[in-house]
């Protein structure tokens, strides 16, 4: 049977005058993402309906990117800034993309009544099969956030032939213990709900810094009008079972896996720890310098970079459809070729401000990056 090849045809447009190329495609980029307003789904499941916005085309042979995002966010406070970053576009104008909204967190949701039964964290990964099956989806590349990561491992734990790879920012696959009930108890006596959400979305440095992107977030939050729908998929999170992650246990990510952390977040010590946990031969770290709790929403650029890599390694990206990236980059990071290799490669990437190098690290240790 001969197979379908998918072609992409170019359309070449005249530059207007004083038009450079650069700026031609930049236009055209910029279209692109006013045009692609996402279309908005919401699916029924075994624990209520769920919405999710699909940007995008389905491409044949390619799997979605489906992204969840943390507690006190929701899809486009959470991912906007990366999606809709520059280099970003070259990369997913060949993926449709998911971007699923926890219940109750949707713009525009209605605040659930008292008593509400919200779903817990196992819960919500059950009702991700809805959605695929709904979009006749068959596989996914999973990236999620906090929450968003612990519930995208989940679903991959128990449905492993359908993700491709996981790219997990500030995952804790850790239930609490009792010192950190503790902990959290005590917060609770002296802190608003918000102000806890914040603290978890945020290091200590950058709340008490107040930046405009801190106001942005803190004025989201206190303000949400489903503040209620906010605190549940939080209680939810704060119940959450241990993932059991085990370093050649049953219990495992089979698939490649890009942990993100930012050097200063309040979950680096988690995300260190679920590195040490997951198989070395599938897993990328990538521990962010200079980066706080959300590196998606303050380094989308730097967070791309170290996607588009994790993508070729997957086979994905083949390095001549990313002209404009890496031209538009310098040399040095061309050698992250290191982390392009096979599935069967340990690939772990830290982040520094200093080198302006991505070299490799052998495997199941720490490389530098930088952007
Ligand atoms: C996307 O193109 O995937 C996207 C656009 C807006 C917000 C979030 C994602």
Redesign the pocket.
Known sequence: MTELQEVQITEEKPLLPGQTPEMAKEAELAAR?LL?R?QTHSVETPYGAVTFTV??TPKPKRPAILTYHDVGLN??SC??PL??SGDMQEI?QNFV?V?VDAPGMEEGAPVYPVGYQYPSLDQLADTIPCILQYLNFSTIIGVGVGAGAYILSRYALNHQDTVEGLVLINIDPNAKGWMDWAAHKLTGLTSSIPEMILGHLFSQEELSGNSELIQKYRNIITHAPNLENIELYWNSYNNRRDLNFERGGDITLKCPVMLVVGDQAPHEEAVVECNSKLDPTQTSFLKMADSGGQPQLTQPGKLTEAFKYFLQGMGYMASSCMTRLSRSRTASLTSAASIDGSRSRARTLSQSSESGTLPSGPPGHTMEVSC
């Open positions: 993402i692609d996402g940007y995008g899809y486009k991912f906007q999606f809709q997913i993309r971007h």
